[in-house]
């Protein structure tokens, strides 16, 4: 009884600190365009999920629905379509940036935040 004891404070230990650590997933960018619109310019290390295959492949590579998912197209239009795709799957952090110009806007100044919390 005492190992047991011992194990699953332990246990619990271990989840305490491993738990935030998994459960803060990393922010992932994607563009919902054609494969051509993509090709011509996108985001560097961006994702490339036409918004017709969004809902089967994000929930494929993306499991957590906790993930914050940043979509963004030409317009915003197409982001909005696979944004409302998404949250009927459960998926609670997903953000329409608009234009490809919006996105890039967005990811520097969420850059510039995330950069100036580390250093306080």
């Known amino acids: 009884m005492h190992n047991l004891t011992l194990v699953l404070k332990k246990a619990l230990i271990l989840l305490l600190f491993v738990f935030p650590i998994l459960s803060h997933a990393e922010a992932v960018w994607v563009d919902v365009r054609s494969p051509a619109e993509h090709q011509i310019n996108h985001i560097e290390g961006d994702l490339l999920i036409p918004h017709t295959e969004i809902v089967n492949t994000i929930s494929k590579l993306f499991p957590n629905k906790e993930t914050p998912i940043h979509l963004y197209c030409r317009s915003?239009?197409?982001?909005?379509?696979?944004?409302?795709?998404?949250?009927?799957?459960?998926?609670?952090?997903?953000?329409?940036?608009?234009?490809?110009?919006q996105a890039r806007q967005t990811q520097q100044r969420l850059k510039a935040q995330a950069s100036q919390q580390e250093q306080n």
């Open 76 to 101: 915003g239009n197409r982001a909005g379509i696979a944004q409302q795709a998404l949250n009927k799957l459960g998926y609670k952090n997903v953000f329409n940036e608009g234009s490809i110009e």
